[in-house]
């Protein structure tokens, strides 16, 4: 098969059949294009004609092109080609899977970056409670912290999704679903909103199930969703960088400090395996050594 047919039907692939998000597809899209057009360089338009030895060529070429590509990066390039070879050899397309053996590289462990309880509050807090907006943007930010939901979750909410009072359904990555408790601080901040702005709001544009509005009626998008929390940081004057992930690494720290259960983190947080989850216990370690100071006799 041609490569650029294989790449087109491995996108429509994870885009339809795995229902991965436009931000990812579009990742995809790039690395499989740069992928295709290195190949078309060297000759190579069939996927027949790939070998493992052409695949490690090209993942060697780019870890030492210049300037040096971060790890993450490189890794999500090295997944597209492999996730693409294994599709066409899983589908018979391919007899072999020449990417079989590529290996990603081993990528610095960051220890997850979290705010403190106090600036939590401070966050929370910042919001107008007098402006519609600011009372539509206190609601985001309380359910971004009460559940650990990513943005992308969180835009998506439809007003449906909360009809069960205490829980909300959160829509992760794959389209998987998964149940997660809202605590009462966020259930009062989404009632005001419900019942003082989104009518407003949804009359401004055309009628959309979405829980969260802009100022013209329409879904909040990612970028505003991010404005919001860009705004609220600096009117709680956080010097420390806040982006949507901070609330999401804030309530998994949170949680771990107060005695939760890993695995319970992990299912909240909706993880797939309890590996990415325990990076957050780490965090942990300057209250255990707090805890063991204080409590063991022979600690000093």
């Known amino acids: 098969m041609r490569i650029e047919r294989a790449i087109d039907g491995y996108l429509r692939h994870i885009t339809i059949e795995r229902g991965l998000s436009d931000h990812t597809v579009a990742a995809y899209r790039r690395d499989l294009a740069a992928y295709g057009g290195w190949l ?130 959160l829509r992760g990555k794959g389209s998987k679903e998964r149940i997660v408790p809202v605590g009462s601080f966020a259930r009062q901040a989404i009632d005001a909103y419900l019942t003082r702005v989104r009518p407003d709001l949804a009359t401004r544009g055309p009628a959309s199930p979405r829980l969260f509005l802009g100022a013209r009626g329409a879904p909040l998008s990612r970028q505003s969703a991010w404005l919001v929390i860009q705004s609220a940081a600096e009117r709680a004057q956080l010097t420390a960088h806040v982006s949507p992930h901070t609330l999401r690494h804030s309530f998994a720290t949170h949680l771990l400090q107060g005695g939760a259960d890993v695995r319970v983190v992990q299912e909240l947080l909706g993880h797939a395996s309890v590996a990415t989850t325990q990076i957050y216990t780490h965090v942990t370690v300057d209250t255990l050594r707090d805890i063991y100071a204080t409590s063991h006799p022979r600690a000093r």
Not at 66 to 80: F, I, N, V, Y
Not at 122 to 137: K, M, T, V, Y
Request: no cysteine; net charge negative.
């Open 40 to 169: 078309a360089e060297r000759g190579i338009a069939d996927t027949e004609a790939v070998t493992p030895a052409i695949v490690a060529e090209f993942a060697a070429e780019r870890a030492s092109a210049e300037p040096p590509p971060a790890a993450s990066s490189l890794a999500r390039l090295q997944s597209s080609v492999r996730g693409l070879h294994r599709f066409l050899a899983r589908e018979g397309i391919a007899v072999d899977d020449p990417a079989q053996r590529l290996r990603p590289p081993k990528q610095a462990r960051r220890l997850p970056k979290a705010l403190t309880i106090d600036q939590i509050e401070r966050l929370l807090q910042a919001p107008s409670p007098e402006d519609p907006i600011g009372i539509r943007d206190r609601a985001l930010l309380e359910l971004l912290y009460a559940t650990g939901a990513r943005v992308s979750e969180a835009i998506g909410l439809d007003v449906d999704d909360l009809a069960h009072g205490d829980v909300v359904r």
